[in-house]
């Protein structure tokens, strides 16, 4: 069950950051923006993440309705995670803040390591 449904929220932007706020629900989100993925996948996408961490954040993330998880019953266990509808309705938002981000690294020299992206490109 999702923890957001036993809160009552006095600004809608304070769900919008419970739902994908922190440091990594809305990285695992933009992972997720192209294509299905498996644990390890992910882990390998989000360098300095455990597998604790991961597998909590992606327990919410399927709780409050913004990604599936698919199990396939072989040994061993593959798991995929993808986006829901629902979850895809983020996409615009983590777009923006993505160019958001780069453009503040320019202005005040901040060092961003796009290196996770395959072939160094980001689809927007």
Known sequence: MSKI?????????????DLIG????????????????RFSQLK???PGITQKMLTQQLRELEADGLI???????????????LTEYGKTVLPILRLM?????????VFDVEV???????????L
Do not use: A
């Open 22 to 37: 922190g440091k990594w629900k809305s990285i695992i989100l933009w992972q997720l923006r192209e294509k299905i993925l």
């Open 113 to 123: 390591d796009l290196s996770v992206y395959e072939n160094k490109t980001v689809k």
């Open 68 to 82: 599936n998880r698919k199990v396939y019953p072989q040994v061993p266990p593959k798991v995929e995670y993808s």
């Open 98 to 106: 993505f160019k958001w981000g780069i453009k503040y690294s320019n």
């Open 5 to 17: 449904q036993d809160k009552t929220y006095q600004c809608p932007l304070e769900l919008s950051i």
């Open 44 to 46: 390998r996408r989000l």
